[in-house]
């Protein structure tokens, strides 16, 4: 070293030491400068719906509400197509979801909100209307600049210390019901008969004067009920519950404490006992004090979001997890993915929970794309049995769906699978297999149609979508696969079966058609492998050799058919395998306009022909 410089080291160290302890610190990441972080390098590719991510393994999807605009009795009973902002919750054994709606538009009147519930987050009743839409008292009128009445809410349950279940939603006036366009936050009580109680005001805007002479629903003091009146103040008290209210009201009259913070709060206690506090746009805040104070928010910048929701939680294994949309356009709202960390500071691993982009059946304002508004079960609300992350969300603002994620979230399978499915229960979870599941198109575990045990059902009749269920194996050169399908005397469609890489890669594809044949991919052509018998169970055997020259070959019940099949793509390896129930899609994609009115996809409100098969005995070696 300079013997001049050397001198020096000592006064740089010191100053260092200084700056580092003083104000100009910066970006220390689990401090206020940087609460979390994601340092995994993997991001996704905006062209795929997948976006070239592995998937979290066992993820089950299913869809709580089609929405139907010319058939009503088959979705909500209104035949409304905007439905948004959904919220769950699990109480005394049962699942409740609520989600807010609109006939066609979002911001525009009029609105309500909507519940549905579920035993087993499979069966979901028909919604109910626990919300309907605002109409003012006689001689109150709309104020001048506003549409109507509409609701908009970021929270929609609290389950009290003494076990009672409140709903609450915010009635405002469209186009914009935030602050001086809010009317009050309302409250109503479920009842373990499923029952509800009366509507309330909980909250009166504090940009207006509306108060309970001036509005539809008395405030929940007047009620007679004692314990519920309780359970409300001690919700008004609660201050990281209230602070999911604070889009709407921003507490002119010091009900809330600090900044604002963000758009659509959501938050968690990590391990060093200080609370994330997380919010739209990749923007976080750290409390210390339980969340009565946060520190000035700041924008992270190795989360990558956009106006679609964030959540975060620490799951069933003593871990977190953070699920968000990982893109910076707000119309494109696709994939939704989680992160994981082990101390809710450092985030790593982003897999897939939803790559699935259903055609957006009716246009819509601002019906983005893609899986919206992610929210999962908020500490206090309830705990599932299980190890399980349950998640809700709007597909295109348009159904309503949520998603099981078991934990720990792994993207990885080692070692053999022999799936024979009989030891499992019927209409139950199926471990390891990534399901996907709408109303008209449902995967399900059910009696084998020609034998004993059990299969896995793929019933479509859906003219939109598929069913689609995946089977992650341990990522490998060489493959050896072998599966049974029998497609049922029933059958009027068609199914697709993939060998994919971790990216998404299809080199491996065989198709049951519609016609009585099957088919596999050569290059680029599909090539007749021979003929199916319907009712009958046929098992494919594939070896696959995944280099990036490879090939593969297919064996039909125990008949070599063919050998050294150049793949349809080049991989360098191939870790799943894929069953669908109709074509591969990645349309609508970023290219596809989002705002420019269209009429309703034709036939979207009606069955199509049905496809029905049966998938058993996968075996991975």
């Not at 050998?563 to 349309?587: C, H, M, Q």
């Amino acid at each position: 070293m300079n013997r001049s410089l050397s001198g020096l080291l000592p006064l740089i160290l010191a100053a260092s030491s200084l700056l580092f302890m003083g104000k100009n610190v910066h970006a220390q990441t689990g401090s206020i400068h940087e609460p979390v972080r994601y340092i995994g390098g993997a991001s996704i590719d905006p062209a795929l719906h997948e976006g070239r991510l592995r998937y979290a393994v066992g993820v089950e999807s299913r869809q709580t509400l089609r929405v139907n605009r010319t058939h009503p009795e088959l979705a909500d009973g209104h035949g409304w197509t905007y439905s948004h902002a959904s919220n769950l919750a699990y109480w005394n054994g049962r699942f409740y979801q609520q989600y807010l709606s609109n006939p066609e538009d979002e911001h525009i009147a009029p609105g309500q909100t909507l519940l549905i519930t579920s035993d087993d987050g499979r069966t979901w009743t028909r919604p109910e209307v626990i919300f309907p839409p605002y109409e003012a008292p006689a001689g109150v009128t709309i104020p001048e600049g506003y549409n109507g009445y509409m609701m908009h809410q970021r929270m929609g349950f609290y389950v009290s210390a003494d076990g009672r279940l409140l709903t609450l939603a915010f009635y405002g006036h469209a186009e914009d019901p935030f602050e001086e366009g809010g009317i009050g936050r309302v409250v109503r009580e479920i009842y373990k008969d499923g029952t509800y109680g009366p509507i309330y005001f909980i909250r009166y805007s504090s940009h207006t004067s509306w108060d309970e002479t001036n509005t539809s629903y008395p405030f929940f003091k007047t009620s007679d009920d004692k314990g519920f009146v309780a359970a409300c103040e001690e919700l008004l008290d609660n201050t990281l519950m209230t602070l999911q209210w604070r889009d709407e009201d921003n507490g002119l009259d010091g009900f809330y404490k600090g900044g604002r913070g963000g758009s659509a709060f959501s938050f968690y206690t990590r391990k060093d006992e200080k609370i994330v506090g997380l919010w739209k746009r990749s923007t976080t805040a750290l409390s210390e004090d339980g969340g009565e104070n946060f520190s000035q928010s700041v924008k992270v910048p190795t989360l990558t979001m956009a106006g679609g929701k964030v959540w975060g939680q620490k799951t069933e294994d003593n871990r977190y997890a953070m699920v968000y949309n990982p893109i910076d356009l707000d119309e494109y709202r696709y994939p939704l993915i989680v992160i994981t960390s082990e101390d809710g500071i450092v985030y790593d691993d982003m897999v897939l929970v939803q790559g699935e982009v259903p055609p957006r059946r009716f246009f819509g304002r601002w019906k983005d794309f893609g899986p919206c508004y992610v929210r999962g079960i908020v500490a206090g609300n309830g705990d599932p049995p299980g190890n399980d992350m349950w998640l809700t969300y709007s597909m295109n603002k348009e159904d309503m769906w949520v998603s099981r994620v078991p934990t720990p979230i792994k993207h990885e399978v080692n070692g053999e699978i022999k799936d024979h499915f009989d030891d499992l229960q019927p209409n139950g979870p199926v471990p390891d297999w990534n399901i996907y599941a709408p109303l008209w198109a449902p995967v399900s575990l059910v009696h084998n149609p020609a034998g004993e045990g059990y299969s896995l059902e793929l019933k479509d009749e859906d003219p939109y979508d598929y069913a689609r269920a995946i089977r992650v194996f341990e990522e490998t050169e060489n493959a050896s696969l072998e599966f049974e399908v029998l497609v049922d005397d029933r059958n009027l469609g068609h199914l697709e079966v993939d060998v994919v890489d971790r990216y998404g890669n299809r080199p491996v594809r065989v198709k049951f058609a519609q016609n009585g044949q099957v088919l596999y991919n050569e290059g680029l052509e599909d090539v007749p492998l021979g003929n199916y018998t319907k009712g009958k169970w046929h098992k494919i055997s594939l070896s696959v050799d995944a280099s990036p020259y490879g090939q593969y070959a297919i064996i039909f019940d125990d008949k070599v058919m063919k050998k050294n099949i150049p793949l349809a793509e080049a991989v360098k390896s191939v870790e799943r395998i894929s069953f669908r129930t109709g074509p591969y899609r990645d349309t609508p994609n970023r290219k596809t306009p989002n705002e420019d009115p269209v009429p309703p996809l034709p036939g979207a409100d009606q069955k199509e022909a049905m496809g029905l098969f049966y998938i058993d005995n996968f075996t991975s070696r």
